[in-house]
């Protein structure tokens, strides 16, 4: 389960003492004092208006790699912090967030709002399964899948959204 704690300044030197802490808190952006994860994900957002402009193979291409590096990233973040999955670890909101605005790629503007809604609810609420993929993967990997699937569900009641809308 994810700690919930402050980084101490220890913490905080071990995090920012490597790419790979850089990488997972989001490129500072999981260091707000609250709301780390939706800080996260409104970060996301920056890149993906770059990526917007680019292919869906292409996008799926930066999800794959984004998340082998997220789980390198993250494991090493979570082992100098000494905790699994502390909220300043954010890269899986990246991730998750570019996941969640796949359908939003050739959609009005409304529809980023709505993804990045969506994503929040889902990373929040954690229905079955995430809940219990976040409780019980560790690590790397344990940090990230749990906000894969949270992603995944908010693409699909996006693409839903989209669809209605558009009927």
């Known amino acids: 389960m994810s700690e919930r ?5 220890t913490q905080r030197r071990a995090l920012l003492a490597s790419p790979a802490g850089w990488l997972a808190c989001g490129f500072g952006s999981g260091l707000a004092p609250v709301a780390q994860g939706t800080f996260g994900s409104l970060a996301a957002i920056l890149p993906w208006l770059l990526l917007r402009q680019l292919s869906l193979p292409f996008n799926m291409l930066v999800i794959v790699i984004g998340f082998a590096i997220g789980v390198w990233a993250c494991d090493i973040a ?6 699994d999955d502390h909220r300043s670890l954010v890269w899986d909101e990246f991730v998750g967030q570019w996941i969640a605005l796949l359908p939003a790629l050739l ?3 409304w529809a980023v709002i709505a993804g990045f809604a969506l994503f929040r609810l889902f990373d ?7 809940r219990w993929l976040d409780r019980h993967l560790k690590g790397g990997l344990g ?3 749990d906000d894969v699937v949270a992603g995944v569900f908010a693409a699909v009641v996006l693409l839903v959204l989209l669809h209605v809308v558009r009927a």
Do not use: Q
């Not at 929040?124 to 995430?130: A, L, M, R, S």
């Open 78 to 83: 979570g082992r100098a912090l000494g905790v």
């Open 5 to 9: 704690k402050v980084l101490t300044d």
């Open 143 to 145: 940090v990230m899948v």
């Open 124 to 130: 929040v609420w954690k229905p079955w399964p995430i």
């Open 107 to 109: 959609a009005p503007w």
